[in-house]
Every structure is written in structure tokens, then in C-alpha cells.
């Protein structure tokens, strides 16, 4: 059992830039790829970005592309979402996810299917 525990989310200014945070318990961290989901009001979840076990290769969701960056460091257990230029859009609950021995590509391209667990998920508001 893995528990993902997200953190950072609040308001932002458009423009402006954000870190999250996502803590997961177990010891086999690196064994997991991890992404990022978001889901804002009214729409279904979407991809925002995979990093693979050993950090070697990451994935985004073209929306976020040269904007976002995830990154994970495995001796504390933790993936990072650091979000820069932030848009209105980006608006959303974010949700931290674990996917066994998944790459990253295979992340994003299964969109959320097959992931392992999820996070409670922490809200971004960007305002305009």
C-alpha cells in the first residue's frame, strides 16, 4: 500500500509560478513512475506529466510543455510539480499518482488508466 500525500497547492496570480509536492509512504518509491493529473470544474481529468522510476525520463501533456516541470528526488520519497507562467486555465485540482514500473511515456499515453494509487489532490487557482 502507497499513500500520496500532496502539497503546495493555493492562489496564484496568471503569469506567476507554483511548486507542488507529492510525499508517498512505502519503501519501494523508485519502483513506481509518478505523475501529475489535474481536473478542473467541470471537465474530466486530464495528463499533466510523468516522470519515470529513476527520474531518467519524463513526459508532458503538450498544454504545459516549456512551462511545467516534474521532477522526483527517491531518497525522500517525493515528486515535484514546479509550474511556471501559469494561465487561468491552468486552474484544477492537481492529483499526485503512482503507476508501478510504468514509464512515463506510458503515463501519459494510458492518461490516469492503470494507475496504482492516487492522491487526494491539492487545488491550484490561478487568477487572471
Known amino acids: 500500500q502507497v499513500q500520496l500525500d500532496e502539497s503546495g497547492g493555493g492562489l496564484v496570480q496568471a503569469g506567476g509560478s507554483q511548486g507542488l509536492s507529492c510525499t508517498a509512504s512505502?519503501?519501494?518509491?523508485?519502483?513506481?513512475?509518478m505523475g501529475w493529473f489535474r481536473q478542473a470544474p467541470g471537465k474530466e481529468r486530464e495528463f499533466v506529466a510523468a516522470?519515470?522510476?529513476?527520474?531518467?525520463?519524463?513526459y508532458y501533456a503538450d498544454s504545459v510543455k516549456g512551462r511545467f516541470t516534474i521532477s522526483r528526488d527517491n531518497a525522500k520519497n517525493t515528486v515535484y510539480l514546479q509550474m511556471n507562467s501559469l494561465k487561468p486555465e491552468d486552474t484544477a485540482v492537481y492529483y499526485c499518482?503512482?503507476?508501478?514500473?510504468?514509464?512515463?511515456?506510458?503515463?501519459?499515453?494510458?492518461?490516469?488508466?492503470?494507475?496504482?494509487?492516487w492522491g487526494k489532490g491539492t487545488l491550484v487557482t490561478v487568477s487572471s
Open positions: 499518482a503512482a503507476d508501478l514500473l510504468a514509464s512515463a511515456q506510458g503515463m501519459g499515453i494510458r492518461r490516469g488508466n492503470g494507475v496504482d494509487y
Open positions: 512505502g519503501r519501494t518509491f523508485s519502483n513506481y513512475g
Open positions: 516522470i519515470s522510476g529513476s527520474g531518467g525520463s519524463t
